[in-house]
């Protein structure tokens, strides 16, 4: 069985009609609209207009002033158009070569499900890897990544990418995180599994630099992170588990 084997048909009659590479390119941009700006809009206007219900949920309760809310969209939507035409400028270069598999045939679910976890687990790795080395090395830290962990804990959801646009483009987008790109590169995963993955990675991220919960409980491993850089450097805690990391208290 053909994964989303109802959506084959479709599929296959959007890759006669249209090019591989405006495909792709579409997709990418897509699933970062999908991932990233909505959401971040929504926590945005949220910000924007405080509205009285939405007080309660908000952790730390200030809300970011109207400077510090813009300057953050202003660059997460810089580093978003860069990583859109950079990666517009590979396809045009490389032309019909395209970055990920952008085949007719859907992989089936076996193979869908085997990319997806292979993608996630190297993925996370690399992560893990890139960003615990962005805070060891004092050059690299000061540069680059220091001006992500200057937006404080949790200020609004599209500060998930405010920061250096090479910090972006390994964490963030080219068009993929380099930390996703190289895994589906290297796994040969079809475009919609790693772009299935991008969307769900992509708002977790938002939710978590949003400052919103969504229960009394709720702690984001990442907003440890923006309070003690030497814990929580992996996207999710399975590293940080691994390399005693880890820490659940904020
Ligand atoms: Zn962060
Ligand atoms: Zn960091």
């Known amino acids: 069985m053909n994964f ?3 959506f084959q048909p479709a599929w296959q009659s959007l890759l006669l009609e249209y090019d591989p590479s405006l495909i792709e390119w579409t997709t990418v941009c897509t699933s970062q609209l999908v991932g990233f700006l909505v959401p971040g809009l929504v926590f945005f206007l949220l ?3 405080q509205p009285a219900w939405a007080r309660p949920w908000r ?3 200030q809300f970011p002033t109207h400077l510090k809310l813009w300057k953050m969209v202003r660059c997460s939507t810089k580093n978003m158009l860069t990583g859109w035409a950079l990666h517009g400028l590979y396809l045009w270069c490389a032309y019909p070569r395209t970055l990920f598999v952008v085949d007719s045939q859907l992989p089936t679910w076996k193979a869908a499900v085997g990319q997806y976890i292979g993608v996630f687990l190297l993925g996370e790795g690399l992560f893990y890897v890139f960003h615990r080395m962005m805070h060891e090395n004092r050059w690299l830290y000061l540069k680059i ?28 987008g080219l068009p993929l995180a380099l930390v996703t ?23 977790s991220g938002v939710v978590s630099h949003s400052g919103y ?15 003690n850089s030497s814990k929580n ?9 691994l390399f005693d990391s880890y820490t659940a208290s904020r």
Do not use: C
Not at 149 to 163: E, F, I, L, R
């Open 4 to 6: 989303f084997s109802d």
């Open 47 to 49: 910000d924007l207009l």
């Open 59 to 61: 952790k730390p309760a």
């Open 145 to 172: 990544h220091s001006i992500h962990h200057g937006t404080g804990v949790a200020p609004t959801g599209m500060s998930v990418w405010y920061g250096h646009v090479v910090d972006h483009f390994v964490f963030n």
């Open 181 to 203: 790109l190289v895994p589906a590169i290297v796994l040969q995963a079809h475009i919609l599994v790693v772009e299935a993955l991008s969307i769900l990675a992509l708002i």
């Open 213 to 227: 919960y969504y229960r009394d409980k709720t702690v984001y491993d990442h907003w440890a992170h923006h309070e």
């Open 233 to 241: 450097l992996g996207a999710y805690a399975m590293m940080d588990v």
